[in-house]
T-cell receptor, first 111, second 113 residues
Framework: QQQVKQSPQSLIVQKGGISIINCAYE??????FPWYQQFPGKGPALLIA?????SEKKEGRFTISFNKSAKQFSLHIMDSQPGDSATYFC??????????FGTGTSLTVIP | NAGVTQTPKFQVLKTGQSMTLQCAQD?????MSWYRQDPGMGLRLIHY???????DQGEVPNGYNVSRSTTEDFPLRLLSAAPSQTSVYFC????????????FGDGTRLSIL
């Protein structure tokens, strides 16, 4: 049973556009929600993270929106660039010990 | 700092063979973990450790053993490899029990025939 459901599986966006990736969860005990970026042949790297006491967090072109009542959170990439082409994973954890990852979104930004 | 180092990068095994995947970090991180990554499945936690001498099971622990005798090293053992264990394995570490941010190694690609 997938603890964190992620969509879409793949996404193609024009350069300069907005990329949006969505995740949903059921376990209300989750208290930490990170997003990871992964390039081919590399391990995932933390991109941005949020805790459920805030509804939005922005770091540069990357924004997490968090809807606690709907148990959903999303990653927005503004002004998407070809260098953003990668696989993105959402995740959730309780107390930082066990992390549950989404199934990943392959993002392609075309020039 | 080298960060998180995984060896080997690639390995082919026959069913029933045993092997150990190595993971070392030089950041003095307390928390370390092992994941497997399969197509369409994301990353799934196998085992984790919150410090030397302490390990616990993750989401998919069957078929794998771990130990943590030092802060730096967290090896993953496959005692009798099965084709279902063909995957890409990632080791990660972080500073404290909150587990953030996790630093991942570049993975070990394991094929079991």
């Amino acid at each position: 049973q997938q603890q964190v459901k992620q969509s879409p599986q793949s996404l193609i966006v024009q350069k300069g556009g907005i990329s949006i990736i969505n995740c949903a969860y059921e376990n209300t005990a989750f208290d930490y929600f990170p997003w990871y970026q992964q390039f081919p042949g590399k391990g995932p790297a933390l991109l941005i993270a949020i805790r459920p006491d805030v509804s939005e967090k922005k770091e540069g072109r990357f924004t997490i929106s968090f809807n606690k009542s709907a148990k959903q959170f999303s990653l927005h990439i503004m002004d998407s660039q070809p260098g953003d082409s990668a696989t993105y994973f959402c995740a959730a954890s309780v107390g930082g010990n066990q992390f549950y990852f989404g199934t990943g979104t392959s993002l392609t930004v075309i020039p | 700092n080298a960060g998180v180092t995984q060896t080997p990068k690639f390995q082919v095994l026959k069913t029933g063979q045993s092997m150990t995947l190595q993971c070392a970090q030089d950041m003095n991180h307390e928390y370390m973990s092992w994941y497997r990554q399969d197509p369409g499945m994301g990353l799934r936690l196998i085992h984790y450790s919150v410090g030397a001498g302490i390990t616990d099971q993750g989401e998919v622990p069957n078929g794998y053993n771990v130990s943590r005798s030092t802060t730096e090293d967290f090896p993953l053992r496959l005692l009798s490899a099965a084709p279902s264990q063909t995957s890409v394995y990632f080791c990660a570490s972080s500073w404290d029990r909150e587990g953030q941010p996790q630093h991942f190694g570049d993975g070990t690609r394991l094929s079991i025939l």
